[in-house]
């Protein structure tokens, strides 16, 4: 079993940042993919960005060139940047790992998630 929790959200103004990061504990294991998704109120949870054990890293469209994901594989942690926050970014964002050879933007590929983190962005 992986433990996963997620830390740094909250309010922000819209134009700031965040960094969001994710804590792995339990039978961790630095080949897991390591996933972010984030559901609006309202909406389906949808994919934002996954990084591999090597680096390899998939974003969604909507949030290439303002999210950088990266991982500590010593600390067994990943983070994700979120820079000129948007209204829309507003959302419970989760963490995830998948068990996996490949970088999955599929929510039925990961195998743990966190409780997730809330991200209000104000306008």
């Known amino acids: 079993q992986v433990h996963l929790v997620e830390y740094g959200g909250g309010l922000v103004q819209a134009g700031g940042s965040l960094r969001l990061s994710c804590s792995a504990s339990?039978?961790?294991?630095?080949?897991?993919?390591m996933g972010w998704f984030r559901q609006a109120p309202g909406k389906g949870r949808e994919f934002a960005a996954a990084?591999?054990?090597?680096?390899?890293?998939n974003y969604a469209d909507s949030v290439k060139g303002r999210f950088t994901m990266s991982r500590d594989n010593a600390k067994n942690t990943v983070n994700l940047q979120i820079n000129s926050l948007e209204p829309e970014d507003t959302a419970v964002y989760y963490c995830?790992?998948?068990?996996?050879?490949?970088?999955?933007?599929?929510?039925?590929?990961?195998?743990?998630w966190g409780q997730g983190t809330q991200v209000t962005v104000s306008s």
């Open positions: 339990g039978r961790t294991n630095n080949k897991y993919v």
């Open positions: 990084i591999s054990s090597g680096g390899s890293i």
């Open positions: 995830a790992a998948a068990n996996t050879n490949v970088v999955p933007i599929t929510e039925a590929a990961y195998d743990y």
